[in-house]
């Protein structure tokens, strides 16, 4: 398997527009989450999904995001119109849910997204 | 509120200086206990997965410890190339909590 992968790795965009991020998760994995890393906030859980459905997406700053997961095999970050406060580096990672015990997630590269 | 703190936040050792990597953490329900390594422009990459007190994990010069209340991450004789930030999340029912990490550098 390829792990987790993402697009773009590098997006640069300017102020107000729309940002897609995307992410394939590990096949076979059943929960899916989108962080946010900064130097001042470390690594934050934005939203995570099991079997595709929204669980908890209580991390999410406002409703300029929105996360989808249309399959078990892509998912999407949408940050609409961006605001340079969003200029972060984005994680996806998968991990499987199997009874009492989740198995550990892994992370893509990461997007690293700049708004100007 | 769940939370895990790591410490210290940075650490500088000379080549062969032997140390640990505290994470304390105080959650409902451990569910596991993770430690992850990331180098600059990369994604976390996993190292470890502790799940009961009293577990131990070990992995070249890397050994990790679970205690009811911590886990440490024992580094014997480091080498240039473990340098790195050092990332604990433990699990509470569906969530992965991050701490906020070590960096290490190991000086040659």
């Known amino acids: 398997d390829a792990g987790v992968i993402q697009s773009p790795r590098h997006e640069v965009t300017e102020m107000g527009q729309e940002v897609t991020l995307r992410c394939k998760p590990i096949?076979?994995?059943?929960?899916l989450f989108w962080y946010r890393q900064t130097m001042m906030r470390g690594l934050e859980l934005l939203i995570y999904f099991n079997n595709n459905v929204p669980i908890d997406d209580s991390g999410m700053p406002e409703d300029r995001f929105s996360a989808k997961m249309p399959n078990a095999s892509f998912s999407t970050l949408k940050i609409q119109p961006s605001e340079p406060r969003d200029s972060a580096v984005y994680f996806c990672a998968s991990s499987l849910l199997g009874g009492y015990r989740r198995t550990e997630a892994f992370f893509g590269q990461g997007t690293r997204l700049t708004v100007v | 509120e769940d939370q895990v703190t790591q410490s210290p936040e940075a650490l500088r050792l000379q080549e062969g200086e032997s140390s640990s990597l505290n994470c304390s953490y105080t959650?409902?329900?451990?569910?596991?206990l993770f430690w992850y390594r990331q180098d600059p422009g990369k994604g976390p990459e996993f190292l470890f997965t502790?799940?009961?007190a009293g577990e131990e994990k070990e992995k070249e010069r890397l050994k990790a410890t679970l205690t009811k209340k911590e886990s440490f991450l024992h580094i014997t004789a480091p080498k240039p190339e473990d340098s790195a930030t050092y990332l604990c999340?433990?699990?509470?029912?569906?969530?992965?909590?991050f701490g906020s990490g070590t960096k290490l550098n190991v000086k040659p």
């Open positions: 999340a433990v699990m509470d029912f569906n969530k992965f909590y």
């Open positions: 502790l799940y009961s």
């Open positions: 096949s076979g994995h059943n929960s």
């Open positions: 959650v409902s329900g451990l569910r596991g």
